[in-house]
């Protein structure tokens, strides 16, 4: 009598597995990493506090010395940093994923240029300072998004033309940073400069509760429409095919992308390529064809963290960590634009 073999599994489902299981794969390294520079965040300073100690600290023990150091000075640089690199993480992917494009980011298209342009010349010209900068770069940020968008449009808006026109408005809104700078006092000079650069230091938990808003809000939206994302990135005749009006949907995709860009770049100021890198690593670690809001947003949060303790604690002198996610992410701009040469796509 013959055994009767048992069919294989169908290829389709092997592929989701193995999928599925490098997802969980990607989470579990993510949350690792994310626990360990938190860890090394608490930790590390001009003197090292014992992980037990850090421990007691946060657990409400009254430690001598450590208990400023480690609640004060460094709680707020770790919360500060996950907050603003999830929120950049976040937002970057959407624009990349939505305009399927990884040049474009709000640091390559001029959102992040224009929320500068505008707290630097709120700080040099008219002497304000705090969160009233704040919140002009935001309103900055959102005014630049529609001018990038209304100045793209013709009958639709392609992922080519919003960058190109990105990339000029960015342009004129650095030039206009930098005709400010160079008529500033020295004493207003030395602020405005620390804000563009991008930077924790100085950290407060009192902004991490704009940064929470923000996730709250504007990150909820967005994971909301994650479905809606990935019918724009099949087309637009897909996406209607599917129920969608495709206009409407683009729109509020943008809106709490732009709301999460600008709210990150409010309290910590243009980090640079945080968002632009966050897409591309976790699509490469998770694959291309599952979800990458969520991924992205756990390595903005890794790329916070790890740039500014690398900026702190591994470099001959400190530097803000807009000066290393600068360093890290240039070579790759330089990279995907002579690929995209190369390959004969368009910008």
């Known amino acids: 009598m013959s055994a009767t073999a048992t069919p294989a599994a169908p290829p389709l489902r092997g592929l989701r597995r193995a999928q599925a299981a490098r997802r969980r794969r990607f989470f579990a390294l993510a949350g690792a990493l994310l626990l360990a520079g938190v860890a090394l965040t608490l930790m590390a300073g001009q003197s090292f506090t014992p992980p037990l100690t850090v421990l007691r600290v946060l657990a409400g023990a009254d430690v001598p010395g450590a208990g400023f150091t480690v609640l004060e000075l460094r709680l707020p640089r770790a919360v500060v940093s996950v907050l603003a690199g999830l929120c950049f993480g976040l937002g970057g992917a959407a624009f990349q994923l939505l305009l399927r494009n990884p040049l474009a980011s709000p640091d390559i298209i001029g959102i992040s240029a224009g929320a500068s342009a505008a707290a630097v010349f709120s700080i040099v010209v008219l002497g304000l300072s705090g969160a009233t900068v704040s919140g002009i770069a935001v309103l900055a940020a959102l005014g630049i998004a529609v001018a990038i968008w209304g100045l793209s449009w013709r009958d639709g808006v392609t992922g080519a033309r919003l960058i190109l026109v990105g990339i000029g408005l960015a342009a004129m809104a650095q030039s206009f940073t930098a005709f400010t700078l160079s008529r500033a006092p020295s004493w207003s000079l030395q602020e405005a400069m620390r804000w563009m650069t991008g930077s924790v230091n100085g950290a407060q938990l009192d902004q991490a509760l704009p940064l929470l808003a923000a996730l709250l809000v504007f990150g909820s939206a967005l994971l909301a429409r994650s479905g809606d994302l990935e019918a724009l990135r099949m087309g637009?005749?897909?996406?209607?095919?599917?129920?969608?009006?495709?206009?409407?949907?683009?729109?509020?995709?943008?809106?709490?992308?732009?709301?999460?860009?600008?709210?990150?770049?409010?309290?910590?100021?243009?980090?640079?390529?945080?968002?632009?890198?966050?897409?591309?690593?976790?699509?490469?670690?998770?694959?291309?064809?599952?979800?990458?809001?969520?991924?992205?947003?756990?390595?903005?949060?890794?790329?916070?963290?790890?740039?500014?303790?690398?900026?702190?604690?591994?470099?001959?002198?400190?530097?803000?960590?807009?000066?290393v996610t600068g360093v890290l992410g240039a070579p790759y701009l330089v990279w995907l634009i002579v690929r995209t040469n190369r390959a004969g796509g368009g910008l």
């Open 236 to 323: 637009d005749d897909m996406a209607a095919g599917l129920g969608l009006r495709p206009g409407r949907a683009r729109a509020g995709v943008v809106i709490a992308a732009v709301g999460l860009v600008a709210g990150a770049t409010a309290m910590v100021g243009p980090v640079a390529f945080v968002a632009f890198l966050s897409g591309p690593i976790a699509a490469r670690l998770t694959g291309r064809d599952g979800p990458l809001l969520v991924p992205a947003a756990l390595i903005g949060a890794c790329l916070m963290l790890f740039g500014d303790f690398a900026g702190q604690h591994l470099l001959p002198a400190r530097y803000p960590v807009g000066i």
